[in-house]
């Protein structure tokens, strides 16, 4: 029995980081779905062209260049879904955080939610989260809570 209040204080100590990453990811994914219809709808590149009729007539071949290259490419839904699975993991990671499991996990989606605008919507506030997440991750009686 002396393992469970060790079990609680971890618990308590990692409830806000677990529950803040989770967040991000969540935020993260519904941005990157959004982001995904929007490329595979021709959203921004329809925008695109409108700002390229609003140029001077030697700029608008150029805009026109750019995005026959961005069609051709692909580029933006790849990203997207790179950086979707990024959030999912994120949200894994935060789950296992929270339910005490799988440490390595829970520290690599304390590490990915630090990156800047790859898993989230909030970059500014996935830094210090994960800094926080980190700093009680590597506490050794968080640490140790962990099966």
Not at 16 to 33: D, E, K, M, N, Y
Not at 44 to 64: F, G, K, T, V, Y
């Amino acid at each position: 029995m002396p393992s469970a209040p060790s079990n609680a204080g971890a618990r308590d100590a990692l409830n806000l980081p677990s529950l803040f990453i989770i967040i991000l990811g969540a935020l993260g994914a519904v941005l990157f779905l959004f982001s995904m219809v929007n490329e595979a709808s021709g959203g921004s590149m329809r925008m695109a062209q409108a700002l390229a009729e609003s140029l001077p007539p030697d700029q608008q071949e150029r805009i026109r260049q750019i995005i026959a290259m961005q069609k051709s490419a692909g580029s933006g839904i790849f990203s997207s879904i790179i950086c979707l699975a990024f959030a999912g993991f994120t949200i894994f990671a935060g789950l296992q955080m929270r339910s005490l499991k799988n440490w390595g996990v829970a520290l690599a989606g304390a590490i990915l939610v630090m990156i800047p605008c790859s898993t989230n919507c909030c970059c500014c506030l996935g830094i210090p989260i994960g800094i926080w997440a980190l700093l009680t991750l590597t506490k050794p009686e968080v640490k140790s809570a962990f099966s």
